[in-house]
């Protein structure tokens, strides 16, 4: 797992509900990273289905 969210869930003492919403947040940020300026565009969710739980 990603060493962030490692970090953040142990500085915060996720709970497992919360942890496992942190780590589909950081699979979202490694399929479409924020734009680096700019807005933020609503991207097309195809890409997301299909990385995240059932």
Same mark, same amino acid.
């Given at each position: 797992? @990603?060493?962030?969210? @490692?970090?953040? $869930?142990?500085?915060? $003492?996720?709970?497992? +509900?919360?942890?496992? $919403? ?10 479409? +990273? ?7 565009? +609503?991207?097309?969710? *195809? ?5 995240? +739980? *059932?």
């Amino acid at each position: 797992m @990603n060493r962030h969210v @490692n970090a953040i $869930s142990g500085r915060l $003492s996720l709970r497992p +509900p919360q942890r496992t $919403s942190l780590e589909i947040l950081q699979r979202i940020t490694e399929i479409a +990273p924020p734009p680096a300026r700019g807005p933020i565009r +609503p991207p097309c969710w *195809r890409p997301f289905k299909a990385n995240l +739980p *059932r």
